[in-house]
């Protein structure tokens, strides 16, 4: 069963994560320009709080000395504190008037990941990057693959020997075999293609669509929990790329999921609102909102950017 956290309502929900030393969960608003976060008991009625932020926030992860790490429209930023100055870590050299930071999150060894999205659709050239700042080196960002529209569906495998990344646009998500002290990728392979959106498909046709892959989890026996837009579901895919599970959102447009509460066997969603139809809005109210359920399985705690 689902729940929907009140006063949760984004334009565009993205980048959850459940903060452990606070209970609190964490998401942002993309267009809406805002990081959010809850205050007070989870499983009660808890507050949220927002930051409006000067640009499109793309994704952020928590820092292991407090505070947080933000990837904004034209580079990534340190915030020590809530609601406090942003310090920039490290610019991006792409034309910010059509490009911006995307999905993104921190591995197990606290580096922060961070792909692009081109906006206009015209071109696969938006990249994924990793911004390495542990024991006080001058952070810098790498570009570690490329070749997307829109970066989305990041997570890293419990034993960090396995990298996924998705491009939405092309309904397809990529594997690396990652060596995680190197930080290496090899071995790429498409992991899951999914099916193009049909011509002439809307929410009410009978034409069949599954969505095209979002932002993306994984639990902690390995397998990839992905959030298909549009496609009013998650999927569930084990390590070997076999589809072993399959969730119906009470929202069509999810847009990525995360694991929290103390045992971290609640699954938060967030989900869009922009942009869609009166009718789906109507029918779909949670739309844009952040929804919830508990799961058999527990999920992996979030990795903590280190600096």
């Not at 009625?45 to 499109?56: D, I, K, N, Q």
């Not at 990534?76 to 870590?89: D, F, S």
């Not at 419990?158 to 190197?182: K, Q, S």
Request: charged residues 25%.
């Amino acid at each position: 069963m689902w729940t929907t956290l009140n006063d949760s309502l984004s334009q565009l929900g993205e980048s959850p994560f459940w903060h452990p030393g606070e209970r609190s969960l964490y998401w942002l608003d993309i267009p809406g320009r805002a990081v959010l976060r809850t205050r007070g008991d989870i499983d009660g009625s808890p507050t949220v709080e927002r930051w409006s932020l000067p640009t499109e926030p793309g994704c952020m992860a928590p820092a292991r000395r407090g505070g947080l790490v933000i990837a904004l429209r034209d580079g990534v930023y340190r915030a020590p504190v809530w609601g406090g100055e942003l310090k920039p870590l490290a610019r991006v050299d792409h034309d910010i008037r059509t490009m911006r930071f995307n999905d993104g999150k921190c591995d197990a060894l606290g580096r922060f990941w961070a792909g692009t999205i081109n906006e206009a659709k015209d071109r696969a050239n938006a990249a994924l990057y990793c911004l390495d700042a542990r024991g006080g080196r001058a952070p810098a960002l790498v570009s570690m693959a490329n070749q997307v529209t829109t970066a989305n569906g990041l997570a890293f495998a419990p034993d960090d020997a396995t990298a996924y990344w998705a491009d939405t646009a092309a309904h397809r998500v990529r594997a690396w075999d990652w060596a995680a002290g190197a930080n290496t990728l090899s071995r790429e392979r498409v992991f899951q293609q999914f099916q193009d959106k049909p011509a002439g498909w809307t929410p009410a046709s009978a034409l069949r669509y599954e969505g095209r892959p979002d932002g993306a989890t994984v639990d902690a026996e390995g397998n990839y929990w992905v959030a298909m837009f549009e496609g009013g579901q998650l999927l569930r895919f084990s390590p070997s790329g076999q589809r072993v599970g399959a969730l119906a959102t009470p929202v069509q447009c999810p847009t990525m999921p995360c694991f929290g509460g103390d045992d971290l066997k609640t699954l938060f969603v967030t989900s869009a609102r922009r942009g869609r139809p009166a009718d789906e809005l109507e029918e779909r109210p949670a739309s844009g909102c952040v929804v919830r359920t508990r799961v058999d399985k527990p999920g992996l705690p979030v990795a903590f950017f280190e600096d």
